[in-house]
């Protein structure tokens, strides 16, 4: 299972903030240490899942959005996209290649 990724919704706004972030914080990570963003709006719409990844969350309790795992770790969603900044760049410092 991969071991950083986000799973965000089209139209949610604090889902909008946070792959903001990752963005920006994807660009200072190497390749392989990247946070994967995995778009929830079919899985949560139609129940389709196109990613082997939604399967796997739906089976362990998928409640909210945005839904953050990054190394074994599940991250609350932020109450704004700077503490969420903030908290990522301490937790991956060691990774940045930047």
Same mark, same amino acid.
């Given at each position: 299972? #991969?071991?950083? $990724? =986000? =799973?965000?919704?089209? %139209?949610?706004? /604090?889902?909008?903030? @946070? *792959?903001? @972030? @990752?963005?920006?914080?994807? &660009?200072? #990570?190497? &390749?392989?240490?990247?946070i994967? =963003? =995995?778009? %929830?709006f #079919?899985h949560?719409?139609? %129940? *389709?899942? @196109?990613?082997?990844?939604?399967?796997? *969350?739906?089976?362990?309790?998928?409640?909210?959005?945005?839904? /953050?795992? /990054?190394? %074994?770790i599940? +991250?609350?969603p932020?109450?704004?996209?700077?503490?969420?900044?903030? $908290?990522? *760049?301490? #937790? &991956?410092?060691?990774? $940045? +290649? +930047?």
């Amino acid at each position: 299972m #991969l071991n950083r $990724f =986000i =799973i965000a919704r089209r %139209g949610c706004a /604090i889902c909008h903030g @946070v *792959v903001q @972030v @990752v963005n920006h914080l994807n &660009l200072r #990570l190497p &390749l392989k240490k990247q946070i994967r =963003i =995995i778009d %929830g709006f #079919l899985h949560d719409e139609f %129940g *389709v899942s @196109v990613d082997p990844i939604m399967n796997a *969350v739906a089976d362990k309790g998928f409640d909210m959005y945005p839904f /953050i795992f /990054i190394s %074994g770790i599940r +991250i609350q969603p932020p109450l704004h996209p700077k503490l969420f900044k903030t $908290f990522m *760049v301490k #937790l &991956l410092e060691d990774d $940045f +290649i +930047i």
